[in-house]
């Protein structure tokens, strides 16, 4: 023990406690937000605010099945009654109370204010007597009478219009007054949260609120309510059910992991206290590093928590090293730290420099989970070095590993003969690469996607009954106020309109059916005459006609009445016309944006290019197309870009940290050399297997280098030391090589595609690391059993 036992000791405990303190106090977000960039272009903004705050991902879509329609009904009612005071919800609905009548009612009494049809020459003699000429001619047609009640009021056909406009829009099918699926089994509910889509905590609350809505109503119902179940989905749903998932399977992958190396330690050590003390480094880590976040970004995220605790797992080998190399006595302490810990040190920088180049990445949670994992490392190497020694008794001893060593010493002599297997992995392993070279990466952010098929296709199913547009095209317009976003939105009508006629498109919608500008609206009651001229206009155009202009009184009488109205607004929107108006309409900054969704033609996919040039010789400003799910995975590509860029940049600083320490070409390709081997081979059997390299990959490769560099610089100056230290040294290794392979492998089984590209990559990967780097070692340190020893083994 050393004379500054109780500094460092006070020191260490000091660094704890304030971790704790700063945990106390730190924001834990639930949300996916950190997978979003921090400088993104305009149109990934665009496509970000949707992501995280659209109308769209803050729907949640409810379908009540099985009983009878009957039941459905009743079930449906109750739980919009219990939900539409809840402060959740913007939007409750479920087509009943009224909302179809409200629509018509909305649509019948502004028809001059909302149609298109609405211009001075409709009101002329000639105008009106061509209206109500057509309107005869409709009327005198098989299914005229339909329209008959209508006559007296809307002689012009305006109304016809309106509803022929609307008739491409899908919408929700009214049974027993409210929205059932075309096939009539499912009752439907439409919710908008108050909260982010990504806000997944706010999202869960909404969700639990939904079901405990449905079980009051179900239990109201009776006994006729026992077969009715609910089904709900949503980009929020979703969002939830990805989370939870792989939160769920963290930790129980965690614990899995956890009790493994816990079972493999107490087998190796023999003793519950060196077991407790080859934990501290990883628990002092793991705080440090959580704080490091909070006191670095304000806020931690929960699933970068997951990643990061799963990356510092490397911490664990640290403990290993010192407890085995040393002997497991607090005299082998000192003699530790002047032989090996000089190499730990030396791992510890080449980790540190590899996870860096995540602090550079343009995603929050990349950025976090690097620096939680250098603060967490660096911290597990300094308590291991430091803090360990001074809590050994001076009486401690462990299991005599040296048996275990010997037959290690001498599997590892075997290895080293057949280093020619190695080349030839690398050979293999480019070839492949190479080969595929242009397929290497899946640039698909569906590949990361943990939502089972089966929630796709009911999110599918149920936003087709709904009538909700899938968000595969969009054209964004933009103004500085609602208004203005609106009259762009009517600039670019016309526009849809020629591309729909040309098929380029399938169709499109618009707020502007039911929101009109203020300018345009102005424009409209404008053209409408007072009452006066307008029943002189009616008497000349009806001369001659089977018809007596007294008959049209209730018409002059509606449109004097529109002719007063103030300009329809936003928050005097009914139900069901603001949830339509509301989906394509976006607050953004000081700014607003209107989102019209457009659809594919029969073809299924849209020229782009052809789209993109029309809206350049259309003179409009600020217009975007955005074809969603490109935009989406190009999205993703840049940060694979910009991940690999960052990681390559990483590679870089290793190699000229192992330079400037030992000077040598020749021993900086040795210790790199098993390290590009081990990330070779893996890239390939990936590939070679049909699968191509995510961000998870990318990860799991940068862990196998930022692990196997340990064992390489190990390797490297085991031909520097004796074959008792070699020996040891050799244990220290496989039994931290089985540790990680524990730590890493169950999460490869976890089912979550996040979770399993890390454990696939890395649980392989430092097994190939140790073996290559035995492979690869100073045969004089191994053959015969004879050793050379240079100076103290400290490095270089």
Do not use: C
Request: proline share 5%.
């Amino acid at each position: 023990m050393s004379r500054h036992r109780w500094l460092i000791l006070g020191i260490w405990l000091a660094t704890v406690l304030g971790a704790v303190g700063v945990i106390s106090h730190t924001q834990f977000l639930a949300t996916l937000s950190e997978f979003f960039p921090r400088s993104p272009s305009v149109q990934q903004t665009v496509l970000n605010e949707q992501l995280r705050k659209g109308p769209l991902s803050r729907n949640i879509l409810a379908g009540i099945e099985g009983g009878t329609a009957a039941v459905r009904t009743k079930i449906s009612e109750h739980m919009v009654q219990d939900l539409r005071g809840d402060d959740h919800f913007e939007i409750v609905s479920n087509g009943n109370s009224g909302t179809h009548e409200k629509v018509y009612h909305y649509l019948f009494t502004h028809r001059y204010l909302l149609s298109p049809t609405t211009r001075p020459e409709l009101f002329t003699v000639t105008g009106l007597r061509e209206a109500i000429g057509k309107m005869l001619n409709v009327l005198a047609t098989p299914g005229g009478e339909a329209v008959e009640a209508l006559f007296p009021e809307d002689p012009t056909g305006t109304m016809m219009h309106i509803a022929k406009e609307m008739s491409g829009m899908p919408q929700p099918m009214p049974h027993h007054g409210v929205w059932t699926s075309p096939s009539g089994d499912t009752a439907l509910l439409l919710l908008q949260t108050r909260f982010s889509g990504s806000d997944t905590e706010a999202q869960q609350q909404a969700i639990n609120r939904v079901r405990e809505a449905f079980a009051r109503a179900k239990a109201s119902a009776g006994r006729p309510g026992e077969n009715a179940h609910l089904v709900l989905t949503g980009v929020g749903v979703i969002s939830v059910a990805a989370r939870n998932t792989i939160v769920h399977a963290a930790e129980f992958m965690s614990l899995i992991s956890g009790t493994m190396i816990v079972i493999l330690l107490l087998l190796v050590y023999r003793s519950a206290v060196a077991l407790l003390f080859g934990l501290i480094p990883v628990i002092s880590g793991i705080m440090v590093g959580i704080a490091a976040v909070s006191l670095g970004f304000g806020r931690v995220y929960d699933i970068t928590l997951g990643f990061g605790t799963a990356l510092i797992g490397e911490a664990v080998d640290y403990s290993i090293y010192f407890l085995v190399q040393s002997g497991q006595t607090s005299a082998g302490a000192e003699q530790w730290a002047r032989k090996y810990w000089p190499t730990v040190r030396l791992g510890v920088a080449t980790s540190m420099i590899g996870f860096a180049s995540l602090l550079f990445s343009n995603l929050p949670g990349l950025s976090q989970l690097g620096l939680y994992a250098i603060a967490g490392l660096l911290t597990a190497s300094v308590v291991t070095r430091f803090v360990l020694p001074e809590l050994l008794p001076g009486n401690f001893r462990g299991p005599d590993l040296n048996r275990l060593g010997r037959f290690l010493l001498g599997a590892a002599r075997g290895v080293a003969s057949a280093r020619w297997v190695v080349l030839l992995f690398v050979v293999l392993a480019s070839g492949i690469l190479i080969l595929h070279r242009h397929h290497l990466w899946n640039h698909e952010l569906s590949a990361l996607s943990p939502v089972p098929k089966t929630e796709q296709s009911l999110y599918a199913r149920l936003r087709n009954d709904m009538g909700i547009p899938e968000s595969g095209y969009l054209l964004v317009v933009s103004g500085s106020t609602l208004d203005a976003a609106l009259q762009a939105a009517e600039e670019a009508g016309p526009l849809l309109q020629r591309l729909q006629r040309e098929g380029v498109i399938g169709g499109f919608q618009t707020p502007v059916n039911f929101l009109p500008s203020v300018a345009t609206q102005l424009k409209r009651k404008s053209a409408i005459p007072p009452e006066d001229v307008l029943t002189a206009r009616l008497t000349e155009a009806v001369h001659g006609l089977p018809v007596t202009a007294a008959l049209f009184s209730p018409f002059v009488r509606e449109v004097e009445r529109e002719r007063g109205l103030r300009p329809l607004t936003r928050a005097a929107l009914p139900a069901g016309v603001r949830e339509l108006v509301e989906s394509m309409v976006v607050r953004q900054g000081n700014g607003w944006r209107v989102l019209l969704p457009v659809a594919a033609p029969p073809s299924g996919r849209i020229d782009r290019e052809t789209v993109q040039s029309a809206l350049l010789r259309h003179p409009m400003d600020k217009a975007m197309f955005i074809d969603v799910s490109n935009a989406t995975n190009t999205l993703y590509s840049g940060y694979m870009d910009n991940a690999i860029q960052w990681s390559l940049a990483g590679v870089v600083g290793i190699v000229l940290l192992l330079w400037v320490v030992f000077r040598s070409i020749f021993r900086v390709l040795r210790i790199l050399l098993p390290l590009v081997a081990s990330v070779l081979t893996v890239a390939a059997g990936f590939i070679a297997l049909g699968v191509e390299l995510n961000m998870m990959n990318l990860i799991g490769l940068m862990l196998i280098v930022a692990v196997g560099s340990n064992y390489a610089l190990f390797f490297d100056r085991g031909a520097r030391t004796d074959e008792e230290s070699a020996a040891r040294t050799l244990v220290s290794l496989v039994i931290a090589n089985m540790a990680t392979v524990m730590g890493f492998g169950p999460l490869a089984f976890s089912g979550v595609p996040v979770l399993q590209a890390i454990g696939a990559t890395v649980a392989p990967g430092v097994v190939l690391a140790l073996w290559f780097s035995a492979s690869l070692t100073d045969r004089e340190m191994l053959v015969g059993g004879k050793t050379r020893v240079i100076g103290d083994g400290s490095v270089p």
